[in-house]
């Protein structure tokens, strides 16, 4: 269906704001033309009613295409600048099978939305199938989270539990090994070519890091660096120690 929607009072914009939280926006002439390149199937293609023709759009994909005018595409944008293009697709509830999985990366409360779509690229780079979200991690259709893993998103599984402890209980059906990672050295150390599986490889918040009583249950995985540096952020060190797993198996 093809929609002209010039003014920002429309029912079918409103609708759709209300409704924000169950989707997500890709803005950006670039992200919205790898989607459509990749036949994905999205529920809304909003268009700046200017550049109207300078897509090419596979109509079995798009549910709906919106021509817009330029304040209606600042409404829905959540850019300063706003986009040419918008792709809405709902959010996938995605969930993990732990009964198949291998390698798993988990991040906890990991708030920063740059650093969760470094890892989502990275995981796609180097076949981590599985990532978890835990505690207040960063949502799934935070507008920077999209813009940094771009079309990683639709290659990676990925699920979301409440806390830390859910998962480890959940991980417990099929008795995962678990990794912590840190900067800092502690009594229960593990080489990353000595990981086994299936496991998990834990990260923490950017500023806290893990609950200290975690290294106490379990071994963690440390990346040797000089001491001319504290730590490397959690998207550098798990991109990282997931290239050395993969090298281990390429």
């Not at 079918?12 to 989707?23: H, I, Q, T």
């Not at 199938?129 to 960063?138: A, I």
């Not at 806290?208 to 060190?237: C, D, M, W, Y």
Request: glycine share 4%; proline share 2%.
């Amino acid at each position: 269906m093809i929609y002209k929607i010039s003014s920002r009072s429309n029912e079918r914009v409103k609708s759709l704001l209300k409704e924000k939280e169950n989707y997500c926006f890709f803005e950006g002439e670039k992200l919205v033309n790898d989607i459509l390149a990749r036949n994905i199937e999205i529920s809304k293609l909003i268009v700046d009613c200017k550049r109207e023709g300078k897509l090419k759009i596979p109509e079995h994909s798009v549910k709906e295409i919106w021509f817009v005018s330029e304040t209606v595409m600042k409404k829905i944008s959540s850019l300063k600048e706003k986009p040419d293009f918008i792709a809405v697709k709902k959010i996938k509830r995605n969930r993990i099978n732990f009964g198949k999985s291998q390698l798993i990366f988990v991040m906890d409360n990991v708030q920063d939305p740059a650093n969760a779509g470094t890892l989502f690229r990275c995981a796609a780079a180097f076949g981590v199938n599985s990532l978890v979200f835990t505690g207040s991690s960063v949502k799934v259709n935070n507008v920077k989270f999209l813009r940094a893993a771009q079309t990683s998103i639709f290659d990676v599984n990925f699920q979301s539990f409440i806390d830390l402890e859910t998962l480890l209980k959940k991980s417990e059906i099929r008795n995962f090994n678990v990794y912590l990672t840190s900067s800092m050295k502690v009594e229960k150390m593990v080489e990353i070519r000595d990981i086994k599986f299936p496991s998990l490889v834990i990260f923490g918040n950017e500023g806290k890091g893990l609950n200290k009583s975690l290294f106490e249950r379990f071994p963690t995985v440390r990346i040797a660096q000089t001491k001319k540096i504290e730590s490397l952020n959690v998207g550098v060190s798990a991109c990282i120690i997931m290239h050395e797993i993969f090298k281990k198996f390429a």
